[in-house]
């Protein structure tokens, strides 16, 4: 497995293009397997979990091209891609694929509105909890489909097809609002999801959506109304830009006391992570492609943070504003309210010399003057940039372990941050 070595204590200065959103563009990938003429979009990352995606699509029947070519497997080389489902011709996602990515759970929305069946593995546990399915399958049965959960698979067949229900989500899920989106665009009559998510990347979906046929009320608010189509058809779409990736690097700005530009992004899409960063002693300026963050006077201020859905704070920047938290001036109380168990990068920082205890979903940060490099180990996503950030930030060798998790959705990153003067490179396996 490869590693990532750092030298730190660097500041970062200088300019970093911010990719298409890999969580808006797996569930943008999904939509076309409602229709069978072809969906193309532009912008897309070129992560791990993007071809893991296509290979799940492909093996549901749909037909991948990247950048004009079909490549389906290696598909890591293009940013526009053009699925055609013209014909279903599996409607299962077997458990080798969905247990690396939940994404892959998305389809079975889609495949039951499209063909009235799916066969999708449950995709199991993962570090950061245990991420149940019980509300999209909760919400699909409303809508008149049986599903039966046995041998580790959702056996889903709707026999009169799908209709329109009232649907009040009891826990904010982004997952489970697109996979009901997508099904009730295409059910028999008019679906109300209530309680619903509300984060860019479902504003996104729905943009698609609609210029697909989709009728669809009540973008960006928590109560949305899909009157369903008979048919929905092709159609054009740029991925919006990844604000996670946005905040992580506002986050290697203020973390290293450098400057960086971020281009093709929206500050607006990390208003509640900037308003962390400001109160924590950064400067933003927004420009008309992005944003410039840098660090206004020598140290960190504590700030505490808790987790809310979208507008709140991100719980997929919670690591990232804790590595940042480790050397602040004073305390900072992290608070994680939408997954139970998503601290593992706790005993990690703490290798680098940070000073945090956990009591529940609350991680008390105490600033340390400085981190020192060490091994580490990659835990989730997230959880493996919050130690790069760090790493960036400590003196001397930092080593991050398994960073496969990494790969899964940050594009380049050791480029991205090299370029800006970060003494930082892939040690590969042998
Ligand atoms: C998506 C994002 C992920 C992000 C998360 C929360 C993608 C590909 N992934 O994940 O990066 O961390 O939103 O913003 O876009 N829940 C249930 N039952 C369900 C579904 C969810 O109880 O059937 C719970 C979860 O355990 C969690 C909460 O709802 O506590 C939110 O999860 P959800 O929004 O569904 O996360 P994902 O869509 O899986």
């Known amino acids: 497995m490869d590693s990532i070595r750092i030298r730190g204590g660097k500041p970062l200065y200088g300019k970093i293009e911010i990719s298409g959103a890999k969580n808006a563009a797996l569930p943008l990938m999904v939509a076309s397997l409602l229709t069978d003429e072809t969906v193309t979009l532009s912008n897309l990352p070129h992560v791990a979990d993007i071809s893991t995606l296509i290979n799940l699509l492909c093996q549901h029947g749909a037909d991948a091209k990247m950048n004009g070519q079909n490549d389906a497997?290696?598909?890591?080389?293009?940013?526009?891609?053009?699925?055609?489902?013209?014909?279903?011709?599996?409607?299962?996602?077997?458990?080798?694929?969905?247990?690396?990515?939940?994404?892959?759970?998305?389809?079975?929305?889609?495949?039951?509105?499209?063909?009235?069946?799916?066969?999708?593995?449950?995709?199991?546990?993962?570090?950061?909890?245990?991420?149940?399915?019980?509300l999209h399958v909760s919400a699909l049965e409303q809508m008149g489909a049986e599903i039966n959960?046995?041998?580790?698979?959702?056996?889903?067949?709707?026999?009169?097809?799908?209709?329109?229900?009232?649907?009040?989500?009891?826990?904010?899920?982004?997952?489970?609002t697109e996979n009901l989106l997508m099904a009730a665009s295409l059910a028999k009559g008019t679906t109300?999801?209530?309680?619903?998510?509300?984060?860019?990347?479902?504003?996104?979906?729905?943009k698609l959506l609609r210029q697909m046929g989709a009728d669809i009320e009540g973008d960006e608010t928590d109560r949305l109304v899909i009157r369903g189509v008979d048919k929905l058809h092709g159609a054009q779409h740029r991925v919006m830009p990844d604000r996670i990736e946005t905040g992580t690097y506002a986050i290697a700005a203020v973390?290293?006391?450098?400057?960086?530009?971020?281009?093709?992004?929206?500050?607006?899409?990390?208003?509640?992570?900037?308003?962390?960063?400001?109160?924590?002693?950064?400067?933003?300026?927004?420009?008309?492609?992005?944003?410039?963050?840098?660090?206004?006077?020598?140290?960190?201020?504590?700030?505490?943070?808790?987790?809310?859905?979208y507008p709140g704070?991100?719980?997929?920047?919670?690591?990232?504003?804790?590595?940042?938290?480790?050397?602040?001036?004073?305390?900072?109380?992290?608070?994680?309210?939408?997954f139970e168990n998503r601290f593992m990068h706790v005993p990690e920082l703490a290798r680098l010399g940070a000073n945090i205890t956990v009591h529940g979903h609350s991680a008390l940060v105490r600033g340390v003057n400085r981190l020192v490099g060490a091994q580490v180990m990659a835990t989730d996503l997230r959880a493996s940039v919050s130690l790069v950030l760090?790493?960036?930030?400590?003196?001397?060798?930092?080593?991050?372990?398994?960073?496969?998790?990494?790969d899964r959705g940050y594009e380049r990153l050791e480029e991205k941050l090299a370029a800006c003067g970060a003494d930082i490179e892939r040690i590969m396996a042998v």
């Open 255 to 309: 973390i290293t006391g450098g400057r960086l530009e971020l281009t093709n992004t929206e500050a607006g899409l990390i208003r509640s992570v900037l308003d962390i960063l400001i109160e924590a002693g950064a400067e933003i300026v927004i420009t008309t492609d992005g944003l410039i963050v840098s660090r206004t006077g020598p140290g960190v201020r504590g700030v505490d943070i808790m987790t809310m859905p």
């Open 192 to 206: 109300v999801l209530e309680n619903a998510a509300k984060e860019p990347e479902i504003t996104d979906l729905i």
């Open 313 to 338: 704070y991100p719980t997929d920047m919670q690591a990232q504003m804790m590595a940042l938290m480790t050397i602040c001036d004073g305390a900072a109380m992290i608070t994680e309210t939408i």
């Open 149 to 176: 959960i046995t041998g580790g698979y959702m056996d889903a067949v709707a026999k009169n097809g799908l209709r329109g229900a009232e649907i009040r989500f009891d826990t904010v899920s982004v997952g489970a």
């Open 390 to 406: 760090a790493g960036l930030a400590a003196e001397g060798e930092t080593v991050i372990n398994r960073v496969y998790h990494l």
């Open 73 to 134: 497997n290696g598909c890591t080389g293009g940013r526009t891609l053009a699925i055609t489902a013209r014909n279903i011709t599996s409607t299962e996602a077997p458990y080798d694929i969905v247990r690396k990515m939940r994404a892959g759970a998305l389809v079975m929305g889609p495949l039951l509105a499209r063909v009235g069946k799916a066969r999708v593995s449950l995709p199991g546990g993962c570090a950061i909890g245990t991420r149940p399915m019980n």
